[in-house]
């Protein structure tokens, strides 16, 4: 069960980083086009998808940190705190994109690009855009201490982490990358994640004590 309860988060944030930008539908949101996009079923699952993958992340890096370091360690002490720090910031502004854009694109009639306006006025709040800016700041950090933590055990723990942290730190510059990019990007964390998951559920499976075999008892 512990093995279990390490792994399941892993799982979540995988499958939910990987098709989160495979499901979002692409447009040339300066267009009526856009709108569309926004306005699709599409849309808001694949941004709930987005925030489940980040719902996750706190909770398999603080078991992970767990397993890691028994007593703790000024790294992996840092992971859960700062990632959860990251999901407060951004959260916020995902929900906004998720459900505020949706009704505005549902609200545009065809060929209307007036609410495109709107739309900015939305993305571009400046309190809006600063928390998600320290957000993604936050989760880069959170990417550099996973990869640090994860270097000296080696094997599959050290090449997730570095899947994991590249993926993290390189979520700020993927939005400004094309659809292939930022598909590739989601699949490359998705996949980092998913290995994280066989190589959590391994440590701590070998963390375990081993049961001791009663010892013979004389008759």
Known sequence: MPAIRTSWPWIVAGIGFATYPVVRPYA????????AAM?????????LLGVLAFAALPIGLSRLARVLAPGGSRVTDSLAPLSYLALVLLLPYYGAETFGLHAIGQY??????????VVDGVRYHPVAMTLFGLGLVALAVVGVLLAIATWSRGGTLR???????????????????TPTMRIAHGVLLGLGCLVMAFAARAVAAAALPTPRLAEAQPS
Do not use: C, K, V
Request: hydrophobic share 50%.
């Open 108 to 117: 545009a009639s065809a060929g209307d690009t007036a609410l495109l306006t």
């Open 39 to 47: 306005a699709s079923n599409a849309w808001l699952l694949a941004h």
């Open 28 to 35: 040339d949101e300066t267009t009526s086009a856009g709108l």
């Open 159 to 177: 090449a997730a982490g570095l899947m994991i942290g590249l993926g993290l730190a390189l979520y700020l510059p993927q939005f400004y990358g």
